[in-house]
T-cell receptor, first 114, second 111 residues
Framework: DAGITQSPRHKVTETGTPVTLRCHQT?????MYWYRQDPGHGLRLIHY???????DKGEVSDGYSVSRSKTEDFLLTLESATSSQTSVYFC?????????????FGDGTRLSIL | KNEVEQSPQNLTAQEGEFITINCSYS?????LHWLQQHPGGGIVSLFM???GKKKHGRLIATINIQEKHSSLHITASHPRDSAVYIC?????????????FGKGTLLTVNP
């Protein structure tokens, strides 16, 4: 299994508070991704990173920011959490970009915003 | 809008049955992925296809590019196959990192 650790695994917080989720990899893969998974929707890309300090927006990036200061860590921040951001968040990594490249997923973070 | 449709949404089978899960998409793609998500959430990549057919153990994935359709088959199903199966595509002409996901098919295999 790819060495991907998401932390925390579960979090409950209140509306308006800042939240940071961490994705840590031990594979030295260049590409990292943050997705959210909600009932009735497929996984949706929030942000991705194609290298240290290189990030770009996905399809549902509003309300989220990311940072990648080291190859192994990709942080997702909700500056002021809202109830609509209650979701399960998955981090994924891939060694290369390309149509035949698999993405390896972390175990997810269940975030509840009350 | 580029969409990925999976059917059925839910599938219940008896142990030993042959299972088929379908995935259709709206425009041309570069590749298609099948993923498995077990209860408890972990997601594992099963197959990547751009043409033809792939087999791994009891799992077989096929793709028909002309018909914009893929199927995932499970032979001799087992309760441990119970999971959500997710189809995802990379659209031609788009960024080659970006996966568009279906909503998943929940498979339950009863003993």
């Amino acid at each position: 299994d790819a060495g991907i650790t998401q932390s925390p695994r579960h979090k409950v917080t209140e509306t308006g508070t800042p939240v940071t989720l961490r994705c840590h990899q031990t594979e030295n893969h260049r590409y990292m991704y943050w997705y959210r998974q909600d009932p009735g929707h497929g996984l949706r890309l929030i942000h991705y990173s194609y290298g240290v300090k290189d990030t770009d927006k996905g399809e549902v990036s509003d309300g989220y920011s990311v940072s990648r200061s080291k190859t192994e860590d990709f942080l997702l921040t909700l500056e002021s959490a809202t109830s609509s951001q209650t979701s399960v968040y998955f981090c994924a990594i891939s060694e290369f970009q390309g149509t035949n490249q698999p993405q390896h997923f972390g175990d997810g973070t269940r975030l509840s915003i009350l | 809008k580029n969409e990925v449709e999976q059917s059925p949404q839910n599938l219940t089978a008896q142990e030993g049955e042959f299972i088929t899960i379908n995935c259709s998409y709206s425009v041309g793609i570069s590749a298609l992925h099948w993923l498995q998500q077990h209860p408890g959430g972990g997601i594992v990549s099963l197959f990547m296809l751009s043409s033809g057919k792939k087999k791994h153990g009891r799992l077989i994935a096929t793709i028909n590019i002309q018909e914009k359709h893929s199927s995932l088959h499970i032979t001799a199903s087992h309760p441990r196959d119970s999971a959500v199966y997710i189809c995802a595509v990379i659209y031609s002409g788009g960024s080659n990192y970006k996966l568009t996901f279906g909503k998943g098919t929940l498979l339950t295999v009863n003993p």
